[in-house]
């Protein structure tokens, strides 16, 4: 029998053969396994990778992982992100690698090997393992049993077409051997060429598995596709026919998601493409958000380092907004104030006659520096961010030792003299001397 996957023809029943095959004694099994694996492979194999960045992380370590996985029987491939990446000519930050031998057999494997090994998650089939200082995570070949939108009961499998038939995106669902083979079942490496996004198979199924999939669709897009709006038709409908799922993930992967899409490519155009579609309001994002405002900050971050909770913040007209999306999208604390904080002095950023004069101030208040510039950064004041960078934060040359020196003593008038001082400091530009200083405190001591 022969089934269609991705506009190829391959044989469907290699799973029950897998099944027979695993009764029989090893020997006899990493033969016949090897030789089925290459009938089923064998129509989609997608021709060679040889890069340097892939010559590169085929580490000793990896290196040996690989044969020791070969010498039992098994194979061992890179998936995913890591494939993708080289494909695209990036180098990979992560190392991602699949296997079809089951999570028990490695321990035995790892065990004999005298290789260290951490169960990272074995309900799942991922187990890490640990050589020369290096971790390497190993997910066993799986499908999804059961599936409510954000987790999976997973069965595990033998059949690499099962497994990459559960990824998400088309572009994601390639594997590579060690010998640079690249296994493509789904037109992954053509849609790469094409600058394409699309689920594998039908969206609304790949969305169904796990709703989150909405959201990195649109992070995937901003990655990939050499221009705003160029979405395939179909996926945009399963998009908004499936948003309301989102309702049911967890506030910290959609936050997740959300910082970034928002410095990614695009982020106006597909903040906006996320309202017109209904994702907005299952997400937690509120009405009237300010397209405007985000396209204009969002344009200033291409030349300087914006933080993308500054981005977020522009989205929102007012404080109250600001904090309410912090909490519900579970912020940290030191996210939140810098939200707080830019929402609170932005006005005063954007506003052509403030100098450089109303930051110093903020400094000499002990606002933190990164705050202060992420607002100049906010309004596009790059220049003005370096000369705080670069400008050494003066004291206030007298304190509440020398009002007591002078006679004005604890009580209510104490803190409101010490600060109308520092005021006037501060209004002459830093410079007033601590002379200067105790004779205006003088004048409070004969009122």
């Not at 053509?190 to 594998?200: A, N, T, Y």
């Not at 990655?223 to 309301?244: F, G, K, M, S, Y």
Request: include cysteine; glycine fraction near 6%; charge should be positive.
């Amino acid at each position: 029998r022969w089934a269609f996957y991705g506009n190829r023809y391959i044989a469907s029943n290699s799973m029950s053969l897998f099944t027979i095959l695993s009764s029989l004694r090893r020997a006899s099994l990493i033969v016949h396994r090897y030789s089925v694996r290459s009938f089923q492979d064998s129509v989609m194999v997608s021709g060679k990778v040889n890069s340097q960045d892939f010559q590169q992380l085929l580490t000793p370590e990896l290196t040996r992982l690989g044969s020791i996985f070969q010498k039992h029987g098994y194979q061992l491939r890179l998936v995913g992100g890591v494939v993708r990446d080289l494909l695209l000519g990036n180098k990979p930050k992560d190392i991602d690698l699949a296997t079809e031998c089951t999570p028990e057999n490695m321990v035995k494997i790892f065990l004999q090997e005298n290789i260290k090994y951490i169960p990272t998650g074995l309900q799942h089939g991922t187990i890490t393992a640990h050589i020369n200082l290096t971790d390497f995570e190993i997910t066993t070949l799986r499908i999804d049993r059961i599936t409510d939108g954000r987790h999976a009961v997973v069965d595990f499998t033998t059949d690499w077409v099962v497994d990459a038939e559960r990824r998400d995106l088309t572009i994601n669902a390639m594997s590579l051997e060690f010998d640079g083979t690249l296994y493509d079942y789904f037109d992954g490496q053509r849609h790469l060429k094409e600058r394409k996004v699309l689920f594998v198979g039908n969206p609304v199924t790949r969305i169904k598995e796990d709703y989150l999939r909405i959201l990195r669709y649109f992070r995937f897009y901003g990655r990939i596709v050499p221009e705003a709006d160029q979405h395939d038709p179909a996926t945009l409908e399963a998009i908004r026919n499936t948003a309301v799922g989102l309702q049911g993930i967890s506030a910290e992967r959609i936050r997740d998601e959300m910082c970034k899409i928002i410095v990614g490519n695009y982020a106006p155009h597909l903040v906006d493409v996320i309202c017109r579609l209904g994702v907005a309001e299952h997400i937690g994002l509120p009405q009237n958000l300010d397209h405007k405002e985000l396209s204009v900050v969002w344009e200033r971050s291409r030349t300087l380092p914006v933080h993308p909770v500054t981005l977020l913040t522009s989205l929102l007209d007012n404080v109250e907004a600001t904090w309410v999306l912090m909490q519900r999208w579970r912020f940290s604390n030191n996210e939140t104030k810098l939200a707080k904080f830019v929402a609170t002095h932005r006005g005063k950023a954007k506003d052509p006659t403030t100098t450089i004069k109303y930051f110093q101030d903020l400094l000499v208040d002990r606002k933190p520096l990164e705050l202060v510039t992420e607002v100049l950064h906010y309004s596009g004041q790059g220049e003005m961010a370096k000369q705080l960078q670069q400008w050494q934060v003066p004291s206030c040359p007298i304190n509440g030792g020398h009002l007591k020196k002078v006679g004005i003593g604890p009580g209510p008038q104490f803190g409101r003299i010490l600060k109308e001082l520092t005021e006037k400091w501060k209004e002459s530009y830093f410079t007033m001397t601590k002379e200067e200083l105790i004779q205006e405190a003088l004048k409070y001591t004969t009122t």
